[in-house]
């Protein structure tokens, strides 16, 4: 337990070292302030808006802003988790810092975990203040707040924390500006997943809408956000909640009973490729 955490230690303050999480910071802040911006513009012209007969304008004006905010939330903690975990692996095995820690006396099984939990708490974290944050503006400007106030959040933490596991499975077999590029392409291909749903729903198209769904468990962390903006609006119905199933930047469809389950497999599938190709990896 004590290796482990050295090793998140030395995660932490490599990261430090780097000037990332000045970065990641500035970049928040710029998210934070432009995001009061628009929600205060948004809701300041609420009552001006004539929404179509059944729709309640403040709920729409609420969830589809606070479901950008998750879209800003999850890229944002996506680019934190990977750059906390691109070069994990091979960077570190080329530039002579890993083979002194996995030979003697932590191991690479300890060192690999002790690396995504780093990864995976430290992302978790942002992830879950940036989109309280997030929540406390479109409550303050709006009065509104979401029909779930955790779930979307924790799924959002979750999310990132499976990126975060791709990230350095990627780290073991890629060097680090090939493994950056992958994995945000992988976001990107989740995102557009997203899109071919909320495109079938709309042409009634059963061949998008089966594309969107299968994509969602290939890549489950879209299913999470799905998911996460589904719950934003559950309780909502009427036509009102029909609006608001198409969401912003993907549907928001529910998950269902499995989503969870798969979703804790596909990182013990990860951590198993992940663990079995560093094993064989020479330092």
């Known amino acids: 337990m004590t290796d482990a955490l050295t090793i998140v230690g030395y995660a932490i303050r490599e990261s430090v070292r780097k000037k990332m999480f000045l970065v990641v910071l500035l970049l928040t802040g710029g998210f934070i302030g432009l995001f009061w911006l628009g929600a205060h513009e948004l809701f300041d012209e609420t009552g001006n808006i004539t929404p179509p007969a059944g729709v309640d304008a403040r709920t729409l004006v609420g969830a589809t802003t606070l479901g950008l905010g998750m879209f800003g939330t999850l890229f944002l903690g996506t680019v934190l988790a990977v750059f906390l975990t691109l070069s994990a692996v091979r960077g570190d095995a080329e530039r002579g810092l890993l083979q002194p820690l996995v030979v003697r006396p932590l191991g690479r099984v300890t060192f690999l975990l002790a690396r995504f939990a780093a990864a995976a708490a430290v992302s978790g974290a942002y992830v879950l203040t940036v989109y309280a944050a997030t929540v406390a503006i479109v409550r303050v400007e709006g009065d509104w707040g979401p029909d779930r106030l955790v779930a979307p959040g924790l799924e959002l933490a979750v999310a990132v924390s499976l990126l975060a596991g791709l990230s350095l499975l990627g780290s073991v077999f890629l060097s680090a500006t090939a493994n950056g590029v992958a994995v945000f392409m992988v976001f990107g291909a989740g995102l557009v997943a997203g899109l071919l749903g909320q495109i079938g729903e709309a042409l009634n198209s059963d061949t998008l809408r ?74």
């Open 210 to 283: 089966d594309i969107a769904r299968d994509s969602s468990w290939i890549l489950p962390f879209e299913a999470l956000y799905q998911d996460g903006l589904h719950r934003l609006t559950v309780d909502t119905g009427g036509f009102t909640g029909f609006v608001l199933q198409l969401g912003p930047f993907g549907g928001a469809q529910g998950g269902g009973d499995r989503l969870f389950p798969w979703v804790a497999a596909y990182l013990a599938l990860l951590a198993a490729v992940a663990l079995a190709g560093f094993s064989r990896k020479d330092l």
